[in-house]
């Protein structure tokens, strides 16, 4: 009995093999950019935006940090990293900047929420950025396909 038990204390004492290296291709000095907006809705309802600015910067975003919609509906907004040839490389739906849902209580002393449509807002967008990426197309959602209508196209500088 006790030499069994000695046995089995042994063999899981013992050295390890060390296993094969696996595959992992780590990103070399991983960028952020952060990307402001001033997106605004014409008369005729139409969505413009405008840049203010752009700033890249060495990190990697945390998976917690990134809030996107999974699934998109018409009048959100697709951000697209295109490299050199436009090809897309990455890509992603935002919640549509102009329509928030804000929640408050009632006279009842109740909560209740209600969607306000905006006139205009600020964009800003913090990207984990594709090492080949040369410029950052926003489109709006226009149906229910996914099909989108480009609003603005960013060079990075």
Request: charged share 25%; glycine share 2%.
């Amino acid at each position: 009995m006790i030499s069994t038990l000695l046995v089995i204390i042994s063999i899981s004492c013992g050295a390890k093999k060390s296993s094969p290296q696996e595959n992992v291709i780590l990103e070399i000095n991983p960028k952020l950019i952060f990307l402001n907006y001033s997106i605004s809705k014409k008369e005729n309802g139409e969505k413009n935006i405008q840049f203010i600015n752009q700033i890249v910067t060495d990190g990697k975003l945390k998976s917690n940090d990134v809030i996107f919609v999974k699934n998109p509906k018409k009048g959100d907004l697709k951000c697209t990293q295109l490299d050199e040839n436009s090809n897309e490389l990455q890509n992603l739906f935002i919640e549509n900047p102009l329509t928030k849902m804000i929640e408050f209580v009632n006279d009842s002393l109740s909560f209740e929420k209600k969607n306000v449509n905006l006139e205009n807002n600020e964009l800003s967008l913090r990207l984990q950025l594709h090492n080949k990426t040369k410029s950052i197309l926003i489109s709006e959602v226009i149906d229910s396909l996914k099909h989108t209508k480009a609003l603005i196209k960013t060079e990075l500088k």
